[in-house]
């Protein structure tokens, strides 16, 4: 077993998976990013400038002979595997009316079959660590209903409950499982499609007013890897702003209203 930990990041070319890579090796682990953009993985998997520590694996996290060929070429590269993170998602957003079966099933094998794959394929490995970790990358819209995301919400609901199924039957082996729930987040993707109306919308129903950043949410999948959080498992950490907990955003009631007596 190397003397670093290792962890398998999948989705890493780009986005939220990239940056919890960062995050990783910024914390002295070895890094294997895994994402099916095989030149883009390979241009920043380079980028990262770590030799010996980052390994890029080109593969489609819902091939179910992907997936353990995947978890073969991190634990041959670094002698074992600690942390599995499964990042790598797909996002269709469209009525139920609009929404054609062929495209339901790419993002329910993506979103769900890929973390159940991968997870499967990484549990002798995460046993053998003797305190291995998976954080699944779910979504807020796992965790409450909104418009135009019947298949992307639904996978992302099912996923939360893979995450605390896995957490039951793996928690005896010292294999923790977690989930992050991201909110609205600047990604790339974000900002290309999210209008100022869409943006002052959001702002408007988070508490906190603004968009989240991958570096927050990199955070926060890290934290759940790591020893700090060794007595938590079976949790869907929603990192939202406070999105999740408060509802619709009244911009009418963001003024105090008088005091008594005035």
């Known amino acids: 077993?190397?003397?670093?930990?290792?962890?398998?990041?999948?989705?890493?070319?780009?986005?939220?998976?990239?940056?919890?890579?960062?995050?990783?090796?910024?914390?002295?682990w070895n890094v294997?990013?895994?994402?099916?953009?095989?030149d883009l993985l390979a241009q920043e998997t380079e980028a990262l400038d770590a030799p010996g520590r980052v390994l890029a694996v080109?593969?489609?996290?819902?091939?179910?002979?992907?997936?353990?060929?995947?978890?073969?070429r991190a634990v041959d590269a670094f002698g074992g595997l600690d942390a599995l993170v499964n990042n790598a998602?797909?996002?269709?957003?469209?009525?139920?009316?609009?929404?054609?079966?062929?495209?339901?099933?790419?993002i329910m094998a993506v979103?769900?079959?890929?973390?159940?794959?991968?997870?499967?394929?990484?549990?002798p490995h995460l046993k053998a660590s003797g305190a291995g970790a998976v954080v699944n990358i779910t979504s807020i819209s796992g965790l409450r209903?909104?418009?135009?995301?019947?298949?992307?919400?639904?996978?992302?609901?099912?996923?939360?409950?893979?995450?605390?199924?896995?957490?039951?039957?793996?928690?005896?082996?010292g294999v923790r499982v977690n989930a992050v729930a991201p909110g609205p987040?600047?990604?790339?993707?974000?900002?290309?499609?999210?209008t100022p109306d869409i943006i002052a919308a959001y702002h408007d129903a988070i508490p906190l007013n603004r968009y989240g950043s991958e570096t927050e949410i990199a955070n926060a999948v890290h934290w759940l890897c790591s020893e700090e959080a060794s007595y938590v498992t079976g949790q869907i950490l929603?990192?939202?702003?406070?999105?999740?907990?408060?509802?619709?955003?009244?911009?009418?009631?963001?003024?105090?209203?008088?005091?008594a007596g005035d």
């Open 238 to 259: 929603a990192v939202d702003g406070g999105f999740e907990g408060t509802g619709i955003g009244l911009p009418a009631l963001r003024t105090a209203p008088p005091a």
């Open 58 to 72: 080109p593969g489609d996290v819902s091939d179910p002979q992907q997936a353990p060929r995947a978890i073969g």
């Open 111 to 123: 979103n769900l079959d890929g973390p159940f794959l991968m997870t499967q394929a990484a549990v």
């Open 145 to 173: 209903a909104s418009t135009l995301r019947t298949a992307y919400g639904t996978s992302k609901a099912a996923l939360a409950h893979l995450t605390r199924q896995q957490a039951a039957e793996l928690g005896e082996f």
């Open 89 to 106: 998602g797909v996002a269709e957003f469209g009525s139920i009316e609009r929404t054609d079966f062929e495209t339901w099933r790419e």
């Open 185 to 194: 987040v600047a990604t790339a993707m974000s900002k290309k499609v999210h």
């Open 32 to 38: 294997a990013l895994l994402d099916r953009l095989q």
């Open 1 to 28: 077993m190397s003397e670093k930990k290792t962890v398998l990041v999948t989705g890493a070319a780009r986005g939220i998976g990239l940056e919890a890579a960062r995050r990783f090796l910024a914390a002295g």
